[in-house]
């Protein structure tokens, strides 16, 4: 707190000093105007002289406000970050050394494009990443499934999850039989768990990865090919407790780019609305049964707990 006190005291020493420069210049021209007007000059110069001087204190009053100004952003600036370090202490070391390494990028490569634009967007970049974890998202890369496997295992009351037609090959592969397993151990202490299969098609692979699930304990819903669905709903994700949400991030070509982990309640409302409206489009899956075309009422899957507050 001492060093912000200190700091707050540094616009009023500097705004002293800007206005006694500008006193200066004005006695001065005064001075001078009073030396002029007491010889024999006329007053046609005498007045010339009068509005060139005035002219150029009023200039270099404004320039000296302008400057001044300046000096209070800077200052208030400085103030901002103090204080913003304060609500953090222990990343004093760690900010530090970002702006350290951050000046010496930009004076090593000032002269050189590519380095001091890298420099500015690798900052931004970082800018952009916290601002959203202030929010309560982040992205991780395609493959992290680390944090995803611990949310779900200390989940306690639902599972509300989709499952797309990509997901096929990896509910097969060992990542994903572990994260089932999971599923399965959630199931036997009393956690709903919900999926709604997005298929495009039904077989062979795509039942025996049904009959796993529903073996598993999970309640299995399936949105047959011939049922519409809006483009919006088709979404590969899973909520945890209905208060943390992991999705897909995909690109134009559909591609899995990353992961989206969000607290956020915009977020995870609006995945809450997603699975509910997807849920009066599907049926329950019957295993060994041969599938039907949708054209029947779906049956209600079992209501899922209200989780208590996160």
């Not at 200190?6 to 705004?15: E, L, V």
């Not at 006193?23 to 024999?40: D, E, H, K, Q």
């Not at 994700?237 to 990353?258: C, H, M, P, Q, R």
Request: hydrophobic share 45%; net charge negative; with cysteine.
């Amino acid at each position: 707190m001492s060093t912000v006190s200190s700091g707050s005291r540094t616009p009023r020493a500097r705004r002293g000093s800007g206005v006694d420069l500008a006193l200066v210049i004005g006695v001065g021209a005064s001075t001078v105007l009073a030396v002029l007007t007491s010889l024999s000059i006329p007053t046609s110069v005498v007045l010339g002289l009068l509005v060139g001087l005035v002219g150029a204190t009023t200039t270099l009053q404004i320039d000296t406000l302008l400057r001044l100004e300046k000096r209070f952003s800077a200052d208030d600036s400085r103030l901002m970050l103090l204080k913003e370090i304060e609500r953090a202490p222990e990343m004093l070391p760690s900010l530090t050394a970002i702006a350290a390494a951050t000046a010496e990028a930009l004076e090593r490569h000032a002269d050189h494009e590519e380095f001091s634009g890298a420099t500015h967007d690798t900052i931004e970049t970082a800018r952009a990443q916290l601002a959203g974890l202030a929010d309560g998202r982040m992205v991780l890369e395609d493959g992290n499934t680390r944090w995803m496997m611990a949310r779900l295992a200390g989940c306690q009351h639902s599972v509300l999850a989709t499952s797309v037609d990509g997901d096929l090959n990896w509910w097969l592969s060992p990542s994903g039989q572990a994260y089932l397993a999971v599923n399965a151990q959630l199931c036997s202490s009393n956690v709903v768990v919900q999926r709604i299969f997005l298929v495009s098609q039904h077989d062979a692979a795509l039942r025996d990865v049904l009959d796993a699930q529903v073996r598993a304990g999970v309640q299995v819903l399936v949105l047959h090919p011939t049922q519409p669905i809006p483009a919006a709903l088709m979404r590969n994700f899973a909520i945890y407790d209905e208060a943390y949400l992991v999705e897909d991030e995909v690109n134009a070509l559909g591609s899995v780019t990353g992961y989206l982990h969000s607290r956020n309640v915009t977020d995870v409302n609006d995945a809450v609305r997603a699975f509910e409206r997807l849920r009066t489009l599907s049926q329950p899956y019957v295993p060994n049964a041969a599938p039907s075309v949708a054209t029947a009422t779906p049956a209600p899957p079992a209501a899922v707990p209200s989780p208590s507050a996160p």
